[in-house]
């Protein structure tokens, strides 16, 4: 069963705009955690922002901001001021508690193109 | 800063041949992670070290696939022999373990074509 899902294969925003990029989870465990990472075109993973199943107040990291909606199961990133070096792909995951650790589970990704 | 180191970061080979990749973590990362990205598509989980014992490798392909962790540090993860559909990037990924927010430390990953 799909536990991320992002909807959006691909998405233009024009730059010095805002964009909401959509990720829904499915999971049955009152404990987890959502992230979002950045992979522009050499490939590296950069974590952007985290937030955690119990935070009452939706997590911020500069222009980052995480819409986080609980009972409907989503996690959507706000990227505010879109910037030209914001064009990359966007992957949304969730940690899950296993008895052994941690692990992570990514969704299909959004690649996000900014146009000036 | 930290990183997690990868090599090598490309890698072209023939089907039918080995290959093999390594990964240095962050140090006091007890977890690491290696991951199959196929391009166009979010990460896949191979397997997964909590120090030096695997806890999960249900998405490895144990025919062709093996990976370890002698000491619980860096690790190597092998193919051999190699297929078309292995051409991917291959992350290795570290964090601190349970008890935190369970953040991945990425590697700039290996980039593997198979001819």
């Known amino acids: 069963a799909q536990k991320i899902t992002q909807t959006q294969p691909g998405m233009f925003v024009q730059e010095k705009e805002a964009v909401t990029l959509d990720c829904t989870y499915d999971t049955s465990d009152p404990s987890y955690g959502l992230f979002w990472y950045k992979q522009p075109s050499s490939g590296e993973m950069i974590f952007l922002i985290y937030q955690g199943s119990y935070d009452q107040q939706n997590a911020t990291e500069g222009r980052y901001s995480l819409n986080f909606q609980k009972a409907r199961k989503s996690a959507n990133l706000v990227i505010s001021a879109s910037q030209l070096g914001d064009s990359a792909m966007y992957f949304c995951?969730?940690?899950?508690?296993?008895?052994?650790?941690?692990?992570?589970?990514f969704g299909a990704g959004t690649i996000l193109r900014v146009k000036s | 800063e930290a990183e997690v180191a990868q090599s090598p970061r490309y890698k072209i080979t023939e089907k039918s041949q080995a290959v093999a990749f390594w990964c240095d973590p962050i140090?006091?990362?007890?977890?690491l992670y290696w991951y199959r990205q196929i391009l166009g598509q979010g990460p896949e989980l191979l397997v997964q070290?909590?120090?030096?014992?695997?806890?999960?490798d249900s998405q490895l392909p144990k025919d062709r696939f093996s990976a370890e962790r002698l000491k619980g540090v860096d690790s190597t993860l092998k193919i051999q022999p190699a297929e078309l559909g292995d051409s991917a990037m291959y992350l290795c990924?570290?964090?601190?373990?349970?008890?935190?927010?369970?953040?991945?430390?990425f590697g700039e990953g290996s980039r593997l074509t198979v001819l």
């Open positions: 990924a570290s964090s601190l373990g349970q008890g935190h927010t369970g953040e991945l430390f």
């Open positions: 070290f909590q120090d030096e014992s695997v806890v999960d």
């Open positions: 995951a969730m940690r899950e508690a296993m008895e052994y650790g941690n692990k992570l589970v």
């Open positions: 140090s006091g990362h007890a977890t």
